[in-house]
């Protein structure tokens, strides 16, 4: 719920009505993913680091309430950038780092703390609801935010992430409550320790995993990508307000939901690898015809490839 406000609706709004630069917007939003190898040091911590006997929970609370502030905040830093630009930048750095420090915390706490509750039998079938559960997520927030910002003021979009900042932080708060049991004694939990040189050697020693490894950084690369420029393209190429610029996100959640549940059916007829291939195939597809409907400013093909682009999103995941 707090990807959706940077993501989809503030990253057009600074590049199309506050004509911040791509490139800046491009790196501010990337912090979360650049601050991703702390994951392992913050596991590594929670495990060897109990508050008042819970393990997960606090590092949980710490990530979700890093994000909401950093939602709720990041409009007043495109404004500021608008005008005073360096003071700006500086709220910016803050805002954007607290989220993406905060999406670090929660994502490995809460992956860890499913991965316990669940055990090893349920932990895939864990993972494919919560990932299911996510793009729903997407998909109502997309769904609320275009309705909140209609029609599209300052005010309107401040006030927009404020109701999404506080709606997530009372559902992600309800959602951890009586989770993880409490150790009364406190104790720490021996945890095995892994240098980066020991992890990436056991990647080159596994050709498979090698070669696994390559396929999820271009997977990621390619995904990811688009989140930045889909919506400022809608923007530039067709015109579109903000409200429809955020429903973007909307539709393709739809049919990635709508993919993964095709692609769960699909998987005893055919092995994932294949249906993985669909996808990748897909989604080049998609981002071909997006290309090309800048070219013929025809939004109808434009939105034909974020369908694709949506469906090879499902399919090229179920690895």
Sequence with gaps: MTLVPINSTLNRVMIKELAISATLVAILASLPYLFSPIQVFIGSFADRHP???????????????????????????????????????????????AWGMGYNFAAVSYLSLASELSGEKGRARTIATMWFMMIVGIIFTA???????????????????????????????????????????????AAEQFSWRMAFGAVRENPQASLFFVYLVLLLIALLGQDILLEPFGAQ?????????TRITAVWGGFTLIALVVAGALEKRTNKRTVAAWGGWGALTGFLLIVLSGLMIDARIFYIGVVL????TGFSTVM
């Design 51 to 97: 508050l008042l006997g819970w393990r997960r929970t606090p590092y949980i609370l710490t990530g979700l309430l890093l994000c909401v502030l950093g939602v709720v905040v990041s409009p007043l830093a495109a404004f500021s950038m608008a005008s005073t630009y360096w003071a700006g930048l500086l709220i910016g750095l803050l805002a954007f780092g």
């Design 237 to 245: 190429a067709f015109g579109m307000p903000v409200t429809e610029t």
């Design 143 to 189: 769904v609320l935010l275009s309705r909140l910002v209609d029609p599209y003021t300052p005010e309107a979009l401040q006030r927009a992430f404020w109701i999404i900042g506080m709606l997530a932080l009372v559902l992600g708060a309800l959602g951890i409550l009586g989770l993880e049991k409490r150790n009364a004694a406190g104790e720490a939990v």
């Design 309 to 312: 682009l949506g469906f090879g």
